[in-house]
């Protein structure tokens, strides 16, 4: 027991008297307030705490102190002086008192237990040590958090799940390219999300707010496409609308197009694309009038147009104009992180449109990350639209899916035996294909090395030996 008291200087047998009188009545209140804080369960809410929290009556004497506050009379000598006048200013005033120390911070509080019609005085008596310890990590956490908050704000995860590293980089690269108007070329398989890496950018630059156009340059014919993206005049040609249109540059004006599968453009029309580029300008077909243009370009390929230009079919020019900043899209298999995240993101979203409730089993999840994904993202959003609308149960598992997926290495294995392929050929095809991939997706040997785990001196014999060109 701490005693804050004053001293008596009467006689002994007198004091002896006082000294009986103030520990029965230190007795009586003790047993009070013990029922007090038994029947609201303070003892154990205020042992949480990790400062130290006492309970003094006015006079300063002892009532109740936490586990924190026997551990600081423990290892550090409180001025018992400091903190008892400190108690009897809070008593005094009927406010609360905060007396700041050089290793404490005295914080004491009156309180009125009406019960007992007796005024309590709570104390805290924070160690400034531990405060700033307390306060570093508080500015770690705060720091932790503004940076996945930033992390957050640099991946919008709305429309793209980007859980692997690589896919990551990827986005970071396109907020980054996003804020300038810079030409930008997609390059990947087809289905990889070369439209959501092209919505991304449009989204986080400073054209949101204005049209984003999107043509697939390999599904309109090639007569029609030059109409198309630059519009034309009345009577232009036979079947043209009286009245003109314009073309897709004009409805892209001051925002974003996209021009997907460039690499199908007819030779031709790839002139007059670069005459646009260059000229920041277009003129309708049929038309006198030059209009100018202020659009943010991007194109996307699953084709390799470099080897296309040393056949003479891409415009060396317009590659070079169209590739000022080049991201490349890993396929789906490059980047199982993703596969999970993204299917359980479409199985949320086909529930959702078609009011049912389904989940995915383990086993069904096995079969997705041993998959190949030829048809990358778009065959996996078509697979599990799919297997939401023809699985009789609400657990979606391997029974469901189709047989090249469960079977796909026993049915690649019997297509080659089939064929009269030898272990030894089929062994060189499937090196060859992955070489391929790496060196077209990674642009050099040494980065295609790495993605590939070999060393660089044997993907140089492979290449060699299996007539890769580079």
Not at 286 to 315: A, H
Not at 324 to 339: H, N, S
């Amino acid at each position: 027991m701490v005693y804050f008291g004053q001293q008596n200087h009467a006689p002994i047998a007198i004091k002896k008297q006082q000294e009986a009188l103030i520990e029965k009545r230190l007795s009586e209140g003790r047993t009070k307030v013990k029922s007090y804080i038994n029947n609201i369960k303070i003892e154990r809410i205020l042992d949480v705490f990790e400062i130290a929290v006492i309970i003094t009556n006015t006079r300063g004497d002892l009532l109740y102190g936490n586990k924190h506050y026997d551990n600081i009379q423990n290892q550090i000598s409180l001025n018992q002086v400091i903190l008892k006048n400190v108690i009897s200013e809070a008593a005094e005033t009927g406010k609360k008192v905060k007396h700041n120390e050089q290793h404490y911070v005295i914080t004491s509080t009156p309180l009125l237990c009406e019960e007992h019609n007796q005024t309590l005085i709570l104390s805290q008596i924070n160690d400034v040590a531990n405060m700033q310890k307390l306060k570093s990590e508080l500015e770690d956490s705060v720091k932790r958090n503004a940076d996945y908050g930033e992390k957050l704000s640099r991946i919008n995860l709305s429309d793209a799940i980007a859980n692997s590293a690589n896919m990551v980089k990827v986005f970071e690269k396109a907020k980054q390219v996003a804020q300038y108007p810079t030409t930008v070329m997609l390059v990947g398989e087809t289905g990889v999300g070369k439209e959501v890496i092209a919505s991304f950018i449009h989204r986080n630059s400073d054209r949101s707010q204005k049209p984003l156009i999107k043509i697939n340059c390999s599904a309109i014919p090639d007569q029609l496409l030059e109409s198309e993206l630059f519009g034309y005049e009345s009577g232009a040609f036979t079947g043209a609308k009286i009245k003109g249109k314009a073309g897709l540059f004009e409805l892209a004006n001051h925002g974003t197009i996209l021009l997907d599968e460039i690499g199908d453009m007819d030779f031709a029309l790839q002139s007059k694309l670069l005459r646009v580029l260059q000229e920041n300008e277009i003129m309708r077909l049929g038309g006198q009038k030059i209009i100018p243009l202020d659009v943010r370009v991007i194109s996307s390929t699953n084709r390799n147009l470099k080897t296309m230009m040393e056949q003479g079919s891409f415009s060396d020019a317009l590659y070079y104009r169209l590739n000022v900043v080049e991201l490349r899209i890993p396929a789906l298999r490059q980047r199982r992180e993703d596969i999970m995240p993204l299917s359980t993101f479409f199985l949320q979203d086909f529930c959702e449109k078609y009011k049912l409730e389904k989940y995915f089993s383990q086993n069904i999840r096995e079969c997705f990350l041993n998959y190949y994904w030829p048809g990358n993202v778009r065959e996996l959003k078509n697979m599990v639209e799919n297997l939401v609308v023809s699985s009789p149960n609400r657990q979606i598992d391997a029974n469901d899916l189709p047989a090249r997926m469960v079977y796909s290495e026993i049915v690649n294995t019997k297509k080659g035996l089939e064929s009269g392929e030898s272990m030894q050929e089929a062994i060189e095809n499937l090196q060859r294909e992955y070489i391929s991939v790496a060196l077209e997706e990674k642009g050099s040997i040494r980065k295609a090395a790495v993605d590939l785990d070999i060393d660089p001196s044997t993907l140089h014999r492979l290449i060699k030996k299996l007539n890769i060109k580079t």
